[in-house]
């Protein structure tokens, strides 16, 4: 009948265009059932140093085991449930698993944890109470965890959100500017953000190798990024010249991307924290 072709449809689309391309065709109730069910869950991508030569953080990304669709990603999810104001049930699952990978797991228990917010969350006192209970309670320490805000989150409404980003900073939670240079980056007030860490964009890394104007603006932000004393992070890193064009010019940067390792099941991490388990080729 039509429910049944419209569902084989739909699979047949979201294989062709990888899930990663079907924003609108999942229902919001369809995605309750998942939450309900527990089909949500975090992939971790490590981020490594150069200097210690092996994953020093990792980044929580929300996934979907999908029982008809298999593994999707965030595109399929985020936007309806930040539209529809329920990001925080997601947000909160992500949390959960991931404080728990860090208290389980001895390999992970000096591993920084990036966990991405979404704008709406930036508002939620509520959140962020429920967050510091369940740091405290697992006794991590607060600077163990990065709290990723993206650059429109930031300077939108900059008096709120500077008030709740302060407030999480004095708690000694590390702060993270994500997807920095995207957009219109505002160099002016990257000063005023009680920031630790930026995230480099990886239109500014791919191909940076051989972009030599991107090299020259590349240059700039990580000489603001140094005088504002930023830990920065290059993402995106998806193949071995821009690996090497970034390993020669900035010793201090911590690395991400395909290339060094890609998001995997909190079970398989720990065999992908070492920095020279790379693959020979992209
Ligand atoms: P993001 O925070 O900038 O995360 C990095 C994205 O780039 C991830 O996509 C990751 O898989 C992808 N990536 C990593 N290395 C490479 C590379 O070398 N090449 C390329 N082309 N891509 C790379 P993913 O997992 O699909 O997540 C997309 C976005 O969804 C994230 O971007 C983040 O903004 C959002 N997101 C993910 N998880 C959550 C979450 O739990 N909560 C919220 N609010 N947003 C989330
Ligand atoms: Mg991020
Ligand atoms: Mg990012
Ligand atoms: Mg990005």
Redesign the pocket.
């Known amino acids: 009948e039509v429910d049944t072709l419209l569902r084989e449809v739909r699979q047949l689309l979201l294989q062709r265009q990888g899930p990663?391309t079907a924003e609108h065709a999942i229902p919001l109730s369809e995605i309750f059932t998942g939450l309900a069910h527990n089909q949500f869950c975090a992939h971790f991508?490590p981020i490594y140093s150069q200097h210690e030569h092996r994953a020093v953080q990792v980044?929580?990304?929300?996934r979907w085991q999908h029982p008809a669709y298999g593994l999707l990603?965030?595109?399929s999810f985020?936007d309806r449930l930040e539209h529809e104001g329920f990001?925080v049930l997601?947000?909160r699952r992500?949390v959960q698993t991931s404080l728990d990978l860090l208290t389980r797991n001895p390999w992970a228990q000096d591993l920084r944890l990036s966990i991405?917010?979404?704008r709406g969350l930036l508002d939620d006192a509520e959140f962020f109470d429920w967050l510091i209970k369940e740091v405290e309670e697992r006794q991590i320490p607060p600077r163990q965890i990065v709290l990723?805000i993206t650059e429109t989150m930031a300077f939108s409404n900059l008096g709120n959100t500077l008030a709740a980003l302060l407030r999480l900073r004095m708690r000694g939670f590390e702060l993270s500017l994500?997807?920095f240079g995207a957009g219109h980056t505002n160099l002016e007030q990257l000063k005023d953000l009680p920031i630790t860490e930026l995230k480099l964009d990886?239109t500014l890394i791919k191909n940076i190798h051989q972009a030599h104007r991107t090299q020259s603006i590349l240059d700039g932000i990580i000489r603001i990024g140094q005088q504002l004393q930023l830990r920065m992070v290059a993402?995106?890193?998806?193949n071995p010249h821009d690996l090497a064009y970034l390993q020669g010019r900035y010793p201090e940067l911590e690395l991400?991307?395909?290339?060094l390792g890609r998001?995997v099941a909190s079970s398989e991490l720990s065999s992908h924290l070492g920095y020279g388990n790379r693959p020979a080729s992209a």
């Open positions: 990663d991508q980044e929580a990304l929300a990603g965030p595109a985020i990001i997601l947000t992500i991405n917010l979404s990723e994500d997807d990886r993402e995106g890193i998806d991400q991307g395909f290339y998001p």
